[in-house]
Structures are given as C-alpha cells and as structure tokens.
C-alpha cells in the first residue's frame, strides 16, 4: 500500500494549523494508491481501538479502496483541494437521502449532485485558481437521522484531490456491538451444546473397548435392562463417557451408576449427567447402571475389555 499523508493524518499536538497551512500540505502532498476493501476495515477498526483507548486525539483520514481519502465523519473538517478544468468528487454515506451542497457561489464553483445507484455523491469544479470556500452538505441517513458535512475547499492551479469519502465511527461501533452479541450468542449455544471438552489428542486415541450387558436384576436373573442402555462407552484416558439415547429421561429414565474399585468393591464416583451423557471421573474398569430395586430392578454392568 502506498503511504499517504494527508492533512490532519496525525493527531494535532500545540497550536493548530490555519486552513492555509492546511491547504499548503494538502497540495504538496496530494493522495496516491489504494487499498483492499478487508485492509480499509482492519485500518478502520484499528483507529477507532485507539482512538477509545486514548491513544488518539482524533481520528485521521484513511486511504480508501478506490484510491479517495476518508475522513471520520463528525472527528474531522476535511479541506478539498480541487484544480480549474478538473472535477473532484465527494463520496456521501450509501443510502443518505436528499443530499444538498450550499456556501460555494455559482460564480466560482460549479457543483452537481450525482447518484451512483444509492450512492450520492457531490462533483465540484474551480472556476479558477486561488479560490477558498466552506461547504456543507445537508442530508438524511437511511435510519433516519440528520447528517451534516462540513467542508473546506480550495483551489490550485494544477494540484488537486480527486476523490474524498467518509468513515463512519458510530456505524463501526454498532457493528462492534452487534459482532459482541452474535460471539455472546454463540458462545452461550456452544457451552449449552458442550457436554465436555476433549483434551487436545487424536481422536484416534479415544478409547471404545466397552462392552455392556444386562445384569443381574431380581432373584437369580438377569433384569431386562433394554430402557437403560446406553448408546455408547469411550475414554480418553482421563474421563469415561456414557451415552444415552436421546430423551433418556422421559423414556426409561437417568440410572445410578456405581463403579468397582481396585479392591473388586462397589463404589460411588465423580459423576455428571449432562445433555443424555454421564462424564465419569476417571476409567474404572467396571461401572454400574441400576434403576428400581428388588425383581424389578434393572443392572447394565459396563466392563472395558483392557481389564
């Protein structure tokens, strides 16, 4: 990207600059090149961040994807340089309606408002050389609010800005606001939808050798432990993971679970019964689902084939 300096381009330190020294900067350095449209946003953003933050006193103009210079609308009073037998273009906000220039006498300056689809745009043209005048541009923006456009203009002999727009800060922190609220959103459906965090492994190495099977229930049988069963067993070393089908609670409803330890003894674990799984801690190698008690009792004993 070509490096452009503009007048205001940094924030103003001391006394302030007259509209001449202004108009002298602007013709000796008059704007070149041209950026993408994803680097005129990220410069956008940037400038605003460090503008909230303090580090800025004002927000300076910006190159635009065309080649035009952008100036922060209400952070800024830009001076159009124009040329005689040449024609600059101011760029309004898309959508704006009913756009007026007024303060140029149609003596020195011939003006006419454009529209470029819903683009309005405002062409000047320098009778002759030497000129400097205030313009201001009146107009509505699509939701309805007032918009006002201060502008200096001057004119040179050869020198002269062809195009100058507007960003727009107040639209950049709705969108900012709205950005927050979607990443919100979504965070609070992940975490809804989250049963747990895997750790960073290859899923590969998630552990399936579970093997499940109905128990014994009441007397010297084994229990009909159909409602009960899971869908499916995995590990990943550190948590074991029961799955239920989905609606498990209406529809045969949440087992206990108990685990064997070491010693071959039942006992109660860690668990969480969250969005159809049980998350175990640990990887006992036997774990026990029981519903009911006595012959209507329901067991599905879970054993990993390792042990």
């Not at 302030?16 to 202004?22: A, C, G, Q, R």
């Not at 994803?38 to 909230?52: R, V």
Request: charged residues 20%.
């Amino acid at each position: 990207m070509a490096t452009v300096q503009q007048p205001n381009a940094q924030p103003t330190v001391g006394k302030p600059e007259s509209s001449t020294e202004v108009w002298e900067q602007a013709i000796q350095a008059p704007p070149e090149g041209k950026i993408s449209k994803l680097s005129k946003q990220a410069a956008e953003e940037a400038l605003m961040q460090a503008y909230q933050a303090g580090r800025l006193r004002n927000l300076p103009p910006i190159v635009g994807t065309n080649g035009e210079i952008l100036y922060a609308y209400g952070q800024s009073y830009p001076t159009l340089v124009t040329a005689p037998l040449h024609t600059s273009i101011i760029v309004l906000q898309r959508g704006m309606q009913d756009p007026k220039g007024v303060g140029l006498s149609p003596a020195y300056w011939q003006t006419n408002t454009l529209m470029v689809g819903n683009q309005p745009e405002l062409a000047i043209t320098p009778r002759f050389a030497g000129l400097h005048g205030n313009l201001i541009i009146t107009g509505t923006s699509p939701s309805g609010k007032p918009m006002n456009y201060p502008i200096e203009v001057v004119s040179d002999k050869n020198r002269y800005t062809p195009m100058v727009g507007f960003y727009y800060p107040e639209d950049i922190l709705i969108r900012w606001q709205a950005s927050a609220k979607r990443q919100a959103n979504f965070q609070k459906k992940v975490q809804a939808e989250t049963v747990a965090v895997l750790p960073s492994i290859d899923p590969s190495d998630l552990d399936f050798r579970w093997k499940m099977r109905c128990a014994g229930g009441g007397w010297f049988s084994n229990s009909d432990c159909r409602s009960i069963l899971p869908e499916r067993v995995f590990d990943d070393g550190k948590q074991t993971f029961i799955q239920f089908r989905p609606g498990q609670g209406s529809h045969g409803g949440i087992p206990s679970i108990l685990a064997e330890n070491a010693a071959g003894q039942n006992a109660i674990v860690n668990t969480t019964f969250r969005d159809g799984y049980y998350i175990v801690d640990g990887v006992p190698p036997k774990i026990l689902l029981i519903a009911g008690k006595g012959d209507s009792g329901k067991v599905v004993k879970i054993v990993h084939e390792g042990h």
